[in-house]
């Protein structure tokens, strides 16, 4: 019967199942940035015992992070490196590092550069100085399209055909209580953003956040990038995001003016 192992295909199976599990709980951690044990089992439809075998696996590969304080998981170290690189693999400005450290150093303020992936937006550079704490927006994060100001500078120059399939595919879930999650609502921001040129993030992704941002198109006129800027609320009111914005987006037309050579 030609030496065939029965069990074979099970043990196949079982370590391709592992993957597919390990995977589905970043996944899910990305979805929900932090989550305690009970919680992911139930949402990966997994044994306690099961989740708690791959987490503490993926944790000691730094794929996953476990506060012990809280008790919860979240994002790992790892797969924010390995995020960020997958990002830098688009076809980047050669000098957007360059570009965006020169705004930070003339402004005194953390620059971001994001790319959109799919409904999220990531971040693959970060432009810090001296004073200027980092946030969310660190490199390697992925956050959703509709509650960052990079996100929205990215929506607002989408098609309405691609629009429309962004919606359908984004169920718009709330970050904070301020975050627009409403159809009508969103695609008044966006044309509030197009008409002055920048996007803003008032407290939409994190409690306390505010962030301004611009986008820069590819060679094709089609949204590549975002460069944005984020603070605590009281150093970045309405005010000094329309001042910021104007510096931000000269950077971000050298960095369209670069991919348009």
Not at 184 to 198: D, I, M, N, P, Q
Request: hydrophobic content about 40%.
């Amino acid at each position: 019967m030609g030496g065939c192992n029965p069990d074979g295909g099970d043990m196949m199976l079982g370590r391709v199942q592992s993957l597919v599990r390990a995977f589905g709980i970043l996944d899910e951690l990305a979805k929900a940035r932090d989550l305690n044990l009970g919680d992911l089992a139930r949402s990966m439809d997994l044994p306690r015992s099961t989740a708690h075998r791959l987490l503490t696996t993926m944790e000691a590969l730094r794929y996953v992070a476990f506060d012990r304080r809280t008790n919860l998981w979240s994002v790992g170290e790892q797969a924010f490196k390995v995020g960020a690189a997958f990002a830098r693999a688009g076809d980047a400005p050669r000098h957007s590092a360059s570009i965006a450290r020169a705004v930070a150093d003339e402004l005194g303020q953390c620059v971001n550069v994001s790319v959109p992936k799919g409904i999220n937006i990531c971040y693959v550079e970060q432009a810090s100085v001296d004073g200027a704490g980092a946030t969310v927006a660190r490199p390697g994060a992925v956050l959703p399209l509709h509650t960052t100001a990079a996100g929205k500078a990215v929506l607002a120059h989408y098609s309405q055909s691609e629009l429309e399939v962004y919606l359908q595919a984004s169920r718009l879930r709330p970050q904070t209580s301020k975050s627009i999650v409403d159809h009508a609502h969103l695609r008044s921001e966006l044309e509030l953003t197009r008409v002055r040129g920048f996007a803003v993030d008032d407290e939409e992704q994190e409690e306390g956040l505010r962030c301004v941002a611009t986008v820069v198109m590819d060679r094709l006129g089609k949204p590549q990038r975002a460069l944005s800027i984020s603070n605590r609320g009281p150093f970045l009111d309405r005010r000094r995001m329309a001042e910021l914005a104007v510096p931000l987006g000269a950077a971000a037309r050298r960095m369209t003016a670069e991919l348009a050579s």
